[in-house]
């Protein structure tokens, strides 16, 4: 069988198809992005939400059991100490859906990532 993913064009269109409780964590995850860096663009890349401020910014996604951010690798390693008790890789930390995302750390990766794309100017 021959099953295609559906191809999103907007964050709302991605974060729709998701059951109640995986939205809201999307949406609080995206809220918390705006918030921080508020003259990051919107677009969809690689079929994930990703927010694009001189580059990509972050994107994140949903998985069967987690929550993926994905900071870059930059990001990742400013923050290795604290993402060492998720699960990660060299570009993405995991936020299993059964405990709570730690939305300050990301408001934090998400302030590093933009003033390290602000220099890119």
Do not use: C, W
């Not at 694009?52 to 987690?66: D, E, S």
């Amino acid at each position: 069988m021959n099953e295609t993913k559906p191809l999103f064009s907007t964050i709302d269109e991605y974060i729709a198809g998701f059951p109640p409780g995986i939205q809201q964590k999307l949406r609080e995850m995206r809220r918390v992005i705006h918030e921080t860096a508020p003259e990051a663009a919107e677009k969809i890349s690689y079929q994930m939400p990703t927010f694009y401020l001189n580059g990509n910014l972050v994107h994140f996604a949903a998985f069967k059991n987690h929550i993926g951010f994905y900071p870059a690798p930059s990001g990742l390693e400013a923050f290795k100490e604290e993402i060492a008790q998720h699960p990660n890789s060299k570009g993405a930390v995991q936020f299993p859906h059964d405990q709570p995302i730690p939305y300050d750390l990301v408001r934090r990766i998400v302030e590093f990532r933009r003033e390290e794309n602000l220099k890119k100017k």
